[in-house]
């Protein structure tokens, strides 16, 4: 077992409740995605030996490849980049979550091509909060309307959004990013919907984003470190 692997993780456990005692949260209400994207199988192993079970995955193929190779353990399986028409059913057919829904066309392929033995697919709408040129997502003023369809899809589960904002100079405008994504989420939990997930904060951004309300981080390099 990679030992830096499981050393790793508890740094960044103890970097999450230390952030929950500021915020006044308890730490069971924040839950830790392993990025572990270009990582091979083995990487994966090592952090399910030190108690992590969540993986995130940003490309499609290679995850595929990942998930098919580690069959034996009860992993569970989240897709957090994005994702093409063509791509769609090895989605739907291999993965748990999936947290970058960001358009109708994408998350009806992803319901019709849901295998049947299969639980619902629980999912994410990606927004793209503070308007990141390069970051995809759909708008705040669009979020409404995608949400309430997304959820009246038969073989999809609507939990929440994710975000992954532009790096803010200071924790405090930060901070206000995560905020507006937290009033968008209570929103649409205001309309009905019963939302439970915000996937917001990384590595760099994780305690701003728990602070206003993250209920799950996603963190690769400080896990399994650099390429």
């Known amino acids: 077992m990679n030992t830096s ?40 192993r ?28 009860p992993l569970q399986w989240h897709c957090i980049g994005p994702i093409q028409s063509n791509k769609t059913r090895l989605v739907a057919e291999h993965f748990d979550w999936v947290h970058s829904v960001d358009r109708l066309k994408i998350a009806q392929r992803l319901s019709e091509q849901r295998p049947a033995e299969l639980p619902p697919l629980q999912v994410c709408i990606q927004v793209n909060v503070d308007g990141g040129e390069t970051k995809s997502g759909i708008s705040p003023q669009e979020l409404p309307a995608l949400a309430q369809a997304v959820a009246a899809l038969p073989r999809l589960q609507l939990r929440g959004l994710m975000t992954i904002p532009e790096r803010a100079e200071t924790d405090a405008q930060m901070r206000a990013v995560h905020a507006q994504a937290k009033a968008l989420f209570d929103n649409l939990r205001s309309q009905g919907l019963p939302l439970d997930t915000l996937s917001m904060g990384m590595s760099a951004d994780m305690a701003a984003a728990i602070a206003e309300g ?8 400080a896990i399994f470190g650099r390429r």
């Open 5 to 44: 692997i499981a050393e790793n993780l508890s740094r960044v456990r103890a970097q999450i409740e230390a952030a929950c005692q500021a915020a006044g949260r308890s730490p069971h209400s924040v839950s830790l995605l392993a990025v572990s994207k270009t990582w091979g199988p083995e990487a994966v």
């Open 46 to 73: 090592d952090a399910h030996e030190a108690g992590q079970t969540a993986f995130g995955e940003n490309y499609i193929q290679e995850a595929v490849d990942k998930i098919g190779a580690l069959r034996d353990l």
């Open 214 to 221: 993250s209920t799950m981080v996603r963190v690769g390099t």
